[in-house]
C-alpha cells in the first residue's frame, strides 16, 4: 500500500515533468529540430535513436522524446498509486486517470504534429494540450494535499466570479500566444516553413491586447483579495501572478521589438508556463478542504490486513 505523502511526490514530479516538456518542446522549434527525427515513433527508418546523419538537430527531437517518456512513466505511475492508496480516494484515482488519458492523447498528437511536417495547427494543439495537463496536474497536487469530501467556496460569490474570469481571459491569452508564434518565424524545422496567414503586426496586437485585460484583472484581484475575505493561498497566488504577468509582459514586448530572437521566445514560452500553473492556483485557492492527514498503519492492521 501506498501513503498520500508518498502519493503527493509523485503529483508534484509530475506537474514539474509537465511543465519541463513544455520548455525542451520549445527548444525542439527554436532551434529547427522539428524534424530532426523524420519520422515517428521512431527517428528514421529503422531506428529509434537518431542516424548521424541528423546530428544536432536529430539529437534534440530525440532528447525531447526521451524526456516525454520519463513523463509518460511518472503519469502512468499515477493512477496505479491512486488504486493502492491506504485509503481509497476516488477523486484521486479519477484526476490520475484524466492525467494518463491526456498524455496518451499528446503522444498521439505529437505524432501527428510530425506526419503532417510541423503543421502550425496541430503545434498550437500540442502546446494548448499541455496547458490541459497542466491544469490536471496542478489540481491532482492539491486535491492529494487535503480531505476528501465536497469543496466548498471560500471566499464571497463576485471574487469566485472574478477568479473564473482570470483564468478565462488567462486562456485566452495562450490561445492567442500560439497564433502569434504559428505567424512568426520559429516553424520548427529550418527547411519547412509552414505558418498561419496571419499578419504578424496584428496578431501580435490582439495578443497584446488580451495581455492588457490579464493584467488589468490580475490587479483587481490583488485588492479584491485584500478587501474581501480570502485564504492566504489565495491571496500570495495573486501576489506571484502580477509578478509573472509583469515579466511576461517585459518579455513579450522586448522579443516583438527586437525581432524575436529565439532565446526571448524561450523565455517567454517558459513564462507562460508558469503563469498558467500560478492562475490554476489561485483559482483552485477560492475553495478550501481540510488538509489531509496520513493514516495510522499500525502493525495490528498489516496483520488485519494479511
Given at each position: ?17 509537465l511543465a ?215 491571496r500570495r ?5 502580477a509578478l ?63
Open positions: 500500500m501506498i501513503g498520500l505523502r508518498a502519493f503527493r511526490r509523485l503529483t508534484l514530479a509530475s506537474v514539474l515533468l519541463a516538456i513544455v520548455v525542451s518542446g520549445g527548444a525542439v522549434r527554436l532551434t529547427g529540430s522539428g524534424l530532426g527525427c523524420p519520422t515517428w515513433p521512431q527517428c528514421g527508418d529503422g531506428s529509434f535513436t537518431p542516424h548521424s546523419a541528423y546530428a544536432l538537430n536529430g539529437a534534440i527531437e530525440f532528447g525531447n522524446r526521451v524526456v516525454s517518456i520519463v513523463v509518460g512513466l511518472v503519469v502512468l505511475a499515477l493512477p496505479i498509486a491512486a488504486r493502492r492508496l491506504r485509503e481509497p480516494r476516488r477523486d484521486l484515482l479519477l484526476l490520475s486517470l484524466g492525467l494518463w488519458l491526456g498524455f496518451v492523447g499528446q503522444a498521439v498528437l505529437g505524432g501527428i504534429t510530425v506526419l503532417v511536417k510541423l503543421h502550425p495547427a496541430t503545434v498550437a494543439a500540442h502546446f494548448l494540450l499541455s496547458m490541459v495537463l497542466l491544469f490536471n496536474a496542478v489540481a491532482l497536487h492539491r486535491r492529494a494535499r487535503q480531505a476528501a469530501g465536497p469543496t466548498p467556496p471560500a471566499v464571497r460569490p463576485e471574487l469566485l466570479w472574478l477568479a473564473r474570469l482570470l483564468m478565462t481571459v488567462a486562456g485566452g491569452v495562450l490561445v492567442l500566444g500560439t497564433v502569434v508564434t504559428g505567424t512568426g518565424p520559429h516553424s520548427g524545422d529550418s527547411e519547412d516553413t509552414k505558418r498561419f496567414g496571419f499578419d504578424i503586426v496584428n496578431v501580435a496586437q490582439l495578443h497584446a491586447d488580451g495581455a492588457m485585460i490579464l493584467t488589468g484583472l490580475t490587479v483587481a484581484m490583488i485588492f479584491a483579495v485584500r478587501l474581501t475575505p480570502a485564504p492566504a493561498e489565495a497566488s495573486a501576489n506571484a501572478l509573472t504577468v509583469v515579466a511576461q509582459a517585459a518579455i513579450g514586448f522586448t522579443q516583438y521589438f527586437a525581432g524575436i530572437p529565439p532565446l526571448l521566445v524561450a523565455l517567454h514560452m517558459a513564462g507562460a508556463t508558469i503563469m498558467w500553473i500560478v492562475t490554476v492556483q489561485l483559482w483552485l485557492a477560492m475553495s478550501e478542504r481540510p488538509p489531509a492527514r496520513e493514516s495510522a498503519w499500525t502493525g495490528s492492521r498489516q496483520v488485519a490486513a494479511g
